[in-house]
């Protein structure tokens, strides 16, 4: 049995629709389980990384995990998502962990590196007994639905670091490759696999190509440094993480390069932008409650 954490998510969910498609044994974690749209062969199942007791339930007699954390960094003092799904995949005897974790994973010394590295650790400890595979991307080309909401008002997308370029990868890419290595264990148990997509192209260029499949003109309104800096510290990042945003963001270069994974993994060239766009054109248009808004007079 494989059990994917965030299974409801842009990877989560393509994960458990390849697996179950390949007619492997899944169980999906979520925490609203009677809300979960699963495929046929698939078990949704109740989780929740901040309840630690829930988690015993969950990864009962789970062989094989996909692990992922939502959890913002800063808002502990260490990533205890991390550590208690890690906990308890060691309690029930997991031997197969994939890691979703981020580019550079715990590279450096700012917030985000130190939290990484915790997160990561919670794996890699040669004492937990995982065969681990980490998976470290850049940007994910579905960040680009949260441009949805501001489509369905209007033609201009307001948008912070407009003009930064990243190497953007398809969730779906990802998903294939976190499949492979649970099912292919061998060949990628301690790997850690640095992942991009195709293209290097800004925020602007993707709303560009996604104008195009939506055939609409649509603008980018850029979000000056500051409002920026104001909107994470809203979502509630501390300051001292938002500098470390800052500083990797307007500094630094990484995330722009195409790196040659993901292609070498998954036998193909991986997903370009237009591609995701064509695939993902119909959430552009939905309500909020998943439904086409019906046109008006």
């Known amino acids: 049995m494989i059990l994917v954490t965030g299974a409801t998510g842009h990877v989560g969910g393509e994960l458990v629709r390849r697996l179950a498609a390949a007619g492997e044994p899944v169980r999906a974690m979520t925490r609203r389980p009677a809300e979960a749209r699963l495929p046929a062969g698939a078990e949704a199942v109740y989780g929740d990384a901040g309840d630690p007791a829930s988690l015993e339930a969950a990864f009962a ?8 954390s939502a959890q913002a960094v800063g808002t502990a003092p260490e990533p205890t998502h991390d550590l208690a799904l ?37 794996v890699t400890d040669p004492a937990r007994g995982f065969a681990w595979t980490l998976l470290r991307p850049g940007r994910f080309m579905s960040n680009a639905l949260q441009w949805a909401g501001q489509l369905r008002a209007g033609a201009e997308v307001a948008i912070p670091f407009a003009d930064r370029p990243a190497a953007s990868i398809d969730p ?7 499949a492979l290595a649970l099912t292919a264990t061998a060949e990628h148990a301690g790997a850690v696999h640095e992942l991009s997509g195709p293209q290097s ?15 609409r003109d649509l603008r980018v309104r850029p ?19 938002v500098d470390a945003i800052m500083r990797r963001t307007l500094d630094g270069d990484r995330g722009t390069e195409v790196l040659p994974t993901a292609e070498k993994l998954l036998g193909r060239p991986a997903r370009t ?10 959430e552009f248009h939905r309500s909020p409650d998943g439904h086409r808004p019906r046109p008006t007079a």
């Open 61 to 68: 007699g789970v062989d094989g995990v996909f692990l992922m």
């Open 86 to 122: 890690a906990a308890a995949a060691q309690r029930a005897g997991v031997r197969r962990v994939v890691k979703l974790s981020t580019l550079d994973g715990g590279t450096g010394d700012d917030p985000i590196a130190r939290w990484q590295r915790t997160a990561e650790a919670a």
């Open 172 to 178: 779906a890419d990802l998903a294939e490759i976190a």
């Open 201 to 215: 192209l800004t925020p602007t260029e993707e709303l560009a190509i996604l104008g195009e499949v939506l055939r």
């Open 223 to 241: 979000v000056p440094t500051d409002a920026a800096r104001a909107g994470m510290a809203r979502y509630g990042f501390p300051p001292e993480v």
């Open 273 to 282: 932008f237009a591609q995701w766009a064509r695939a993902h054109r119909e």
